[in-house]
């Protein structure tokens, strides 16, 4: 897990080096100039926090943040018409935004892995998606309509049969 959590982190950084703006064209302020805002879905946080600490602090910039999910930040960049970097949660809102012609310019820097959970010692023995099956089992599993997790899962329990 600290892996995983370790490779995020290194594919975000080189992201967020890719980046780039067009102040120039945008007449903001040279204070302006110096702020991005950037909407980030919300179960990204953990792995870009200490990353924008670190980008702000080695670039002399702030960098306003707003976390929530990907669906609501896509909204709220269509209302106000603000922001400079979008960090969706699934690449479903990426195509949404570049529809409606929202994007200058967009690569990965991420990408999930589903992973079952289990208590420690792995008590009910669960080796594969068809275990989940059982009786006696908990499961929690994200809203497809609320999260780009749940969409994932959705994806996947369907392609295996198993909606």
């Known amino acids: 897990m600290k892996r995983i959590i370790f490779i995020l982190t290194v594919v975000a950084v ?3 080096l890719g980046c780039r703006r067009r102040d120039a064209d945008s007449g903001r302020s040279s204070a302006a100039a110096r702020e991005l805002v950037f909407f980030c ?3 990204i946080r953990p792995a870009v926090a200490d990353i924008i600490t670190a980008f702000e602090a080695e670039h002399d910039i ?3 943040t707003d976390y929530a999910g990907s669906e609501v930040l896509l909204s709220k960049i269509k209302l106000t018409q603000t922001g400079d970097l979008y960090m969706p949660g699934d690449k479903y809102y990426i195509a949404q935004a570049d529809k409606a012609g929202m994007i200058e ?3 990965p820097v991420f990408y999930w892995v589903p992973t ?3 208590k420690k010692g792995n008590p009910k023995n669960i080796t594969s998606l068809d275990d989940l099956l059982g009786d006696g ?3 929690g599993l994200g ?3 609320a999260c780009a997790i749940g969409r ?3 994806q996947l329990l369907e392609k295996n049969g198993m909606s």
């Open 14 to 16: 080189v992201g967020f």
């Open 41 to 43: 879905g919300a179960g």
């Open 62 to 64: 702030s960098i306003v």
């Open 105 to 107: 310019d967009s690569w």
């Open 116 to 118: 079952i959970l289990v």
């Open 137 to 139: 089992l908990n499961l």
């Open 143 to 145: 809203d497809p309509k």
């Open 152 to 154: 994932t899962t959705k």
